[in-house]
């Protein structure tokens, strides 16, 4: 079993049980800001009524952002819980989102080429080569010609600055009778490319205690190894764009490529 696997099969707490918690405790994602992403979109002729593929949409943050901003989206998560999640989002904001549960890595396309396709923050979440060439050939199956693909990962240079000797955050969520703490720690070692996360929860969810720790690793990302794996899916003009011009943290790499 390859590690992506594995931890798609053990699952991360986070992405499942305690969604809920997620925009409670995510306030502010590192990745572009939304009016950013609609303008890159724009920059390559994506205006009103674009459609565009949400690869690994959460709770749905973007996905409905975009669509109150008039771009036909479909949003594809393979967590039916952040799926759920997603699909009351677009219900409060009053906006037609499809939202499904898919796994972007194992073959599922849209019904009809996308104009677009927007994949943040979750490419780090695929520790295997083959898991992250799959996943840029989806992409790029997905695509009319001359699409535009917008992606945002980890930086690995600037990870290993924020994060060598550990870097701890704990946020206390309440909802309703449900009260959580969460508290995270992560750490990358020299020479590693690899961001593992420590994740606690305490507190009291449906009258039940909770008590509990798992681990998470993520994958970082360098320049030559995101273009060369966009390269090889027969992506064009992949260039890059610079994090704090686009709303993102100083931590991630901001690509946007063609077919």
């Known amino acids: 079993m390859s590690a992506s696997e594995q931890q798609r099969n053990e699952g991360r707490a986070f992405y499942h049980r305690f969604a809920w918690a997620y925009d409670l405790i995510v306030e502010r994602p590192g990745g572009p800001e939304v009016d ?5 979109f724009a920059r390559h002729g994506l ?16 996905a409905t952002e975009l669509a109150l901003r ?6 594809v998560d393979r967590s039916r819980d952040l799926v759920a999640q997603a699909e009351e989002r677009a219900r409060r904001q009053g ?21 677009g396709v927007l994949c ?11 898991d992250r060439r799959r996943a840029f050939a989806s992409f790029a199956s997905w695509l009319r010609p001359d699409g535009t693909l917008l992606v945002d990962v980890r930086d690995r240079e600037s990870s290993l600055r924020r994060y060598d000797g550990g870097r701890t955050f704990e946020r206390r969520v309440d909802r309703d009778a449900d009260t959580l703490t969460f508290t995270s720690t992560t750490t990358m070692e020299p020479g590693s490319d690899i961001l593992q996360l420590v994740e606690r929860w305490v507190g009291t ?9 798992g681990t998470f ?37 901001v690509a946007v490529a063609r077919r």
């Open 36 to 40: 950013a992403v609609a303008a890159v």
């Open 47 to 62: 205006g009103r009524g674009a459609s565009v593929v949400d690869a690994g949409c959460g709770t749905g943050a973007y």
């Open 70 to 75: 008039g771009f036909t989206v479909t949003g």
């Open 95 to 115: 906006v037609d989102v499809e939202s499904l549960c898919a796994d972007f890595t194992l073959g599922w396309r849209p019904t009809r080429p996308t104009d």
């Open 120 to 130: 943040r923050g979750v490419l780090n979440d695929l520790i295997d080569d083959d």
């Open 205 to 213: 969810v449906g009258d039940v205690p909770v008590d509990e720790e």
């Open 217 to 253: 690793n993520m994958r970082c990302w360098t320049w030559n190894s995101l273009e060369d794996v966009a390269h090889a899916a027969g992506f064009r003009n992949v260039s890059s764009l610079e994090a704090r011009v686009v709303g993102a943290r100083g931590d991630r790499l």
